[in-house]
């Protein structure tokens, strides 16, 4: 049986089953006062109700009101640290006293807080606060979210991590892909020397990787390459490690400094280069010539208050393919939503409306491997999609600051 959604305002949306650049990111179809009909979980028709054929016509059991809303692809998060415990408000409240994150980082705080709470965390907890986040996704949109270990940082640590994600999944309303991040920083018992961080990356190849690869616990590797973290040899050296064992990689690039990241993630054939705040020239013209996706994150240069945002027109105008993540953790962005995130690459990295819809849907889709599947409304795709109180797409950065989903479809059922 097959469900008709009527009573549209607008249907805004990327087209493809593969990643869009350039102008392309621009190039939306919209359809006013269409029809959407899905069977089997997935869309069967996207157009003009007269135009839908007598056999899908026949099929269809069931009928919902729209009222007027606009439909969007559900939002693909592809850039997550939602498996961590505790929370960093009063970091936070410091940084709004002026201290910076590195300072806090190396005063003990930073990402090392985290690890403190998530270590003492069971797996169960750590799946509840998994899922409590990615109810609050959906309320926002999402439908697929990619979600990183890293606050593990020890074999045991790292799998309980995954293995809350494996859990939550089961219960979740937005889709979870897993990435192990075991190289998000040096764990506080291997700070002291250079034997000792040596000795770390020596886990992480020799025991963490394999046994998430044994278990199935990850899709992705990815390593966060930058100065008093990775060195751009230890991230190449863990990629490769990943990707013997099937991991495809990914990688923190270029965020705080400029280490060469992009050039390394390109020359990896990552799946992407996330954050990039500090990329170079050079770097720009790498990811443009490449598949690997420039992962923004604009929130994260709005909650630390600064001024730099990634090139996200150059990188664009340069023809690389952009993807918006939210960055989700408890130290640098504190927020779910992929709208907020939306508003800040329009109004902020001077992305427009249709770029910034494409790089929150199908490109996002594109870097996790799965825009065959999601990403974008069209027959033969999974009915992920969100409908909008709204007249037409515009006003998802237009009317900005409230919350404009009203539904959330995520494989044929509504999640919200
Ligand atoms: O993406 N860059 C490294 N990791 C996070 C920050 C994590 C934290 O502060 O807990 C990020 O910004
Ligand atoms: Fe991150």
């Given at each position: 049986?097959?469900?008709?959604?009527?009573?549209?305002?607008?249907?805004?949306?990327?087209?493809?089953?593969?990643?869009?650049?350039?102008?392309?990111?621009?190039?939306?179809?919209?359809?006013?006062?269409?029809?959407?009909?899905?069977?089997?979980?997935?869309?069967?028709?996207?157009?003009?109700?007269?135009?839908?054929?007598?056999?899908?016509?026949?099929?269809?059991?069931?009928?919902?009101?729209?009222?007027?809303?606009?439909?969007?692809?559900?939002?693909?998060?592809?850039?997550?640290?939602?498996?961590?415990?505790?929370?960093?408000?009063?970091?936070?409240?410091?940084?709004?006293?002026?201290?910076?994150?590195?300072?806090?980082?190396?005063?003990?705080?930073?990402?090392?807080?985290?690890?403190?709470?998530?270590?003492?965390?069971?797996?169960?907890?750590?799946?509840?606060?998994?899922?409590?986040?990615?109810r609050t996704m959906a309320r926002y949109g999402t439908t697929t979210a990619e979600a990183k270990s890293g606050y593990g940082l020890s074999v045991e640590g790292e799998l309980k991590q995954l293995r809350a994600i494996r859990d939550a999944s089961q219960l979740s309303p937005v889709r979870l892909?897993?990435?192990?991040?075991?190289?998000?920083?040096?764990?506080?018992?291997?700070?002291?020397?250079?034997?000792?961080?040596?000795?770390?990356?020596?886990?992480?190849?020799?025991?963490?990787?394999?046994?998430?690869?044994?278990?199935?616990?990850?899709?992705?590797?990815?390593?966060?390459?930058?100065?008093?973290?990775?060195?751009?040899?230890?991230?190449?050296?863990?990629?490769?490690?990943?990707?013997?064992?099937?991991?495809?990689?990914?990688?923190?690039?270029?965020?705080?400094?400029?280490?060469?990241?992009?050039?390394?993630?390109?020359?990896?054939?990552?799946?992407s280069a996330d954050h990039l705040m500090q990329i170079s020239d050079a770097g720009i013209a790498a990811l443009a010539a490449s598949d690997t996706v420039a992962n923004l994150l604009p929130a994260t240069s709005f909650f630390l208050m600064s001024e730099r945002y990634a090139p996200a027109r150059q990188l664009i105008d340069a023809g690389a393919i952009v993807s918006l993540s939210t960055d989700c953790n408890p130290g640098t962005s504190m927020t779910e939503s992929m709208p907020m995130v939306m508003q800040l690459a329009t109004l902020q990295m001077k992305m427009t409306v249709e770029e910034s819809l494409t790089a929150a849907t199908l490109n996002g889709a594109a870097s996790l491997q799965v825009a065959h599947e999601t990403g974008s409304i069209e027959s033969g795709k999974r009915a992920d999609l969100v409908l909008l109180d709204a007249p037409n797409y515009l006003h998802l950065v237009y009317h900005f600051g409230v919350n404009l989903v009203v539904k959330v479809m995520r494989d044929g059922a509504w999640m919200v």
């Amino acid at each position: 049986m097959a469900l008709l959604i009527r009573n549209l305002s607008q249907i805004a949306t990327p087209l493809g089953r593969g990643p869009l650049r350039g102008g392309a990111m621009r190039a939306l179809a919209v359809f006013d006062r269409p029809v959407i009909v899905i069977r089997d979980s997935r869309f069967a028709f996207v157009g003009r109700e007269a135009d839908i054929d007598a056999d899908l016509r026949a099929a269809i059991g069931d009928d919902f009101d729209a009222r007027g809303a606009t439909a969007v692809p559900g939002f693909i998060d592809s850039h997550t640290h939602i498996p961590f415990a505790g929370y960093r408000e009063t970091e936070f409240n410091r940084r709004l006293q002026g201290e910076t994150y590195e300072q806090i980082a190396a005063s003990g705080g930073g990402i090392a807080s985290s690890v403190h709470a998530t270590r003492r965390a069971s797996q169960e907890e750590l799946a509840g606060n998994i899922l409590a986040r990615a109810r609050t996704m959906a309320r926002y949109g999402t439908t697929t979210a990619e979600a990183k270990s890293g606050y593990g940082l020890s074999v045991e640590g790292e799998l309980k991590q995954l293995r809350a994600i494996r859990d939550a999944s089961q219960l979740s309303p937005v889709r979870l892909i897993p990435t192990c991040l075991a190289a998000h920083d040096f764990p506080p018992e291997s700070r002291s020397s250079a034997a000792a961080r040596r000795g770390y990356v020596s886990t992480i190849i020799g025991e963490i990787l394999p046994a998430v690869s044994e278990e199935k616990l990850a899709v992705f590797c990815d390593v966060f390459v930058e100065r008093g973290a990775f060195s751009n040899a230890e991230g190449d050296a863990v990629l490769r490690a990943g990707a013997a064992l099937g991991l495809v990689p990914r990688m923190h690039a270029d965020e705080l400094s400029d280490t060469g990241g992009a050039l390394l993630a390109a020359s990896l054939g990552c799946a992407s280069a996330d954050h990039l705040m500090q990329i170079s020239d050079a770097g720009i013209a790498a990811l443009a010539a490449s598949d690997t996706v420039a992962n923004l994150l604009p929130a994260t240069s709005f909650f630390l208050m600064s001024e730099r945002y990634a090139p996200a027109r150059q990188l664009i105008d340069a023809g690389a393919i952009v993807s918006l993540s939210t960055d989700c953790n408890p130290g640098t962005s504190m927020t779910e939503s992929m709208p907020m995130v939306m508003q800040l690459a329009t109004l902020q990295m001077k992305m427009t409306v249709e770029e910034s819809l494409t790089a929150a849907t199908l490109n996002g889709a594109a870097s996790l491997q799965v825009a065959h599947e999601t990403g974008s409304i069209e027959s033969g795709k999974r009915a992920d999609l969100v409908l909008l109180d709204a007249p037409n797409y515009l006003h998802l950065v237009y009317h900005f600051g409230v919350n404009l989903v009203v539904k959330v479809m995520r494989d044929g059922a509504w999640m919200v």
